[in-house]
């Protein structure tokens, strides 16, 4: 609940690494959320102090970002999602939002 009113779930979500079909295959088997770390990780700028970045993803599996995590930091998510649809590097997909790329086989 926010200071200023309340807030009611309106449904539940599921946040994953996603990358490109191309880039998982050259990647191997990534077995672990501690691998990730060994590949690029694109992030995005959030305003919002409640959106999930690499930091808190990988510390919900005990796994703590490297302070020098090379990657490519993007302005907004859907620019996240079209540079690891083009190959760049793996970024984290909201489920509702990644859906339909996930069936195209981004």
């Known amino acids: 609940m926010w200071a200023d009113g309340q807030a009611s779930v309106l ?15 050259s990647a191997g088997n990534i077995e672990t959320p501690h691998d990730l770390l060994a590949y690029p990780l694109i ?4 305003d919002d102090p409640t959106w999930t ?21 993007c302005s907004f998510y859907t ?3 079209y540079a690891a649809l083009n190959g760049q590097g793996i970024t984290l997909g909201w489920r509702r939002l990644v859906d339909d790329l996930l069936v195209q086989g981004g």
């Open 79 to 81: 620019e996240a999602i």
């Open 43 to 46: 992030s995005y700028t959030a």
């Open 11 to 25: 449904f539940e979500d599921e946040i994953f690494p996603v990358c490109s079909s191309n880039f998982a295959q």
């Open 53 to 73: 970045g690499w930091s808190e993803w990988l510390a919900a599996f005990a796994v703590e970002l490297p302070k020098r995590k090379s990657g490519l930091r």
